[in-house]
């Protein structure tokens, strides 16, 4: 069984351009979440979705965004990118059935703005 | 709001020997929680989930033990390897939110 995978893999832009990032979650996984990953703040909540739907998100600016697909894969999109945005972002899957289950990580996508 | 702390930060330890890694969180209302284990520039892989209902899990080397009262949980992985070095995070669900509050880690090298 395919694992959680992310694209790409390692991103680098410039401040003031903006950024899509793609999650694809385990097969019949319908939860997604992402977060944001710095040395500094470590691994704060961005956002969560299940069938499509926004469950719950995280304090960061409005300039972060997401959205899921029918498929259940996900993107997240940062605009008016700013030098403290540069880190690992990190998307995870579940059933999305209830809050006992194991979440499932992928490998992350760099994102260096300079 | 959940606070998750993990103690100490880091560690060093000769091979062989066992590792005791702490976990400590404020809202006790929990239903899980999860152990993790991050490499350098990678994504997190789980090592074991604990059910608010259980008081230990246990996987090959790792045994991770929960006591919702005081907030508190240990993961012992026994006779290290060098393999095992890396960042292990533990990681609660808070209450009723679909989300992941995560400690900083406690990062482990151990020495061949």
């Known amino acids: 069984k395919a694992g959680v995978t992310q694209t790409p893999r390692y991103l680098i832009k410039t401040r003031g351009q903006q950024v899509t990032l793609s999650c694809s979650p385990i097969?019949?996984?319908?939860?997604v979440s992402w977060y944001q990953q710095t040395p500094g703040q470590g691994l704060q909540f961005l956002f969560e979705?299940?069938?499509?739907?926004q469950r719950n998100k995280g304090n960061f600016p409005g300039r972060f965004s997401g959205r899921q697909f029918s498929n259940s894969r996900s993107e997240m999109n940062v605009s008016t990118l700013e030098l403290g945005d540069s880190a690992l972002y990190l998307c995870?899957?579940?059933w999305g059935q209830g809050f006992q289950e194991t979440q499932y990580f992928g490998p992350g996508t760099r994102l260096l703005v300079l | 709001k959940q606070e998750v702390t993990q103690i100490p930060a880091a560690l060093s330890v000769p091979e062989g020997e066992n590792l005791v890694l702490n976990c400590s969180f404020t809202?006790?209302?929990?239903?899980?929680l999860q152990w993790f284990r991050q490499d350098p520039g990678k994504g997190l892989t789980s090592l074991l989930l604990?059910?608010?209902?259980?008081r230990e899990q246990t996987s090959g080397r790792l045994n991770a033990s929960l006591d919702k009262s005081s907030g508190r949980s240990t993961l012992y992985i026994a006779a290290s390897q060098p393999g095992d070095s890396a960042t292990y995070l533990c990681?609660?669900?808070?209450?009723?939110?679909?989300?992941?509050?995560f400690g900083a880690g406690t990062t482990v090298t151990v020495r061949a």
């Open positions: 995870a899957s579940s």
């Open positions: 809202d006790s209302a929990i239903y899980n």
């Open positions: 604990i059910q608010s209902s259980q």
């Open positions: 990681a609660v669900p808070p209450s009723n939110d679909y989300k992941l509050s």
């Open positions: 097969s019949g996984h319908r939860s």
């Open positions: 979705y299940f069938s499509e739907t």
